[in-house]
T-cell receptor
Framework: DTGVSQNPRHKITKRGQNVTFRCDPISEHNRLYWYRQTLGQGPEFLTYFQNEAQLEKSRLLSDRFSAERPKGSFSTLEIQRTEQGDSAMYLC?????????????FGPGTRLTVL | AQSVAQPEDQVNVAEGNPLTVKCTYSVSGNPYLFWYVQYPNRGLQFLLKYITGDNLVKGSYGFEAEFNKSQTSFHLKKPSALVSDSALYFCAVRDLTSGGSYIPTFGRGTSLIVHP
């Protein structure tokens, strides 16, 4: 399968713990996006990379959230000191492009439950 | 600023009947519009997109969408619904005005239920 992959698919943690999610984009896609989706809502943008550079971050991305894409390939999203409000589906998408007309392809998501 | 609205939380249709899922948008410049479908506990799957050209765009699984600039709409359509089309559908928009964000705005989603 050459689509976007995310690991783990599910994560249950206790409040206050740190969690890290991984996203492997489609090979050769230069852009990578992280979104958060809660029940009854569409995806909400968190952050975006072009190659290894983090170009945009949402105001939703508090200081407890950090994302990296060290070699311009896979990316990690870390949440420190998790809170119950962090419970959501975290989606990763990748695309190939240099302008605004790229098409994003999504992974299956990581569902986080904070107890 | 860019925004998108999906006025219906749920659409019910009988199998074999035509379906329409509505989407309206607001952008400062020219819109880049797309539709995604999401099955339970899955990520979003790309269906189709509109950038420029023919107002009727054909996509995956027999879906199509009609761009209407005067009504700022981009409704998703299918001539004959299947039970397997039952899923959550998201419309999204990105403003193609030079400068500004590369980030699309998604609607809240419309749940399509196709009855046998």
């Amino acid at each position: 399968d050459t689509g976007v992959s995310q690991n783990p698919r599910h994560k249950i943690t206790k409040r206050g713990q740190n969690v890290t999610f991984r996203c492997d984009p489609i090979s050769e896609h230069n852009r990578l996006y992280w979104y958060r989706q809660t029940l009854g809502q569409g995806p909400e943008f968190l952050t975006y990379f072009q190659n290894e550079a983090q170009l945009e971050k949402s105001r939703l991305l508090s200081d407890r959230f950090s994302a990296e894409r060290p070699k311009g390939s896979f990316s990690t999203l870390e949440i420190q000191r998790t809170e119950q409000g962090d419970s959501a589906m975290y989606l990763c998408a990748s695309s190939l492009g240099s302008g605004k007309t790229d098409t994003q392809y999504f992974g299956p998501g990581t569902r986080l439950t904070v107890l | 600023a860019q925004s998108v609205a999906q006025p219906e939380d749920q659409v019910n249709v009988a199998e074999g009947n035509p379906l329409t899922v509505k989407c309206t948008y607001s952008v400062s410049g020219n819109p880049y519009l797309f539709w995604y479908v999401q099955y339970p506990n899955r990520g979003l799957q790309f269906l189709l997109k509109y950038i420029t050209g023919d107002n009727l765009v054909k996509g995956s699984y027999g879906f199509e969408a009609e761009f209407n600039k005067s009504q700022t709409s981009f409704h998703l359509k299918k001539p004959s619904a299947l039970v397997s089309d039952s899923a959550l559908y998201f419309c999204a928009v990105r403003d193609l005005t030079s400068g500004g964000s590369y980030i699309p705005t998604f609607g809240r989603g419309t749940s399509l239920i196709v009855h046998p």
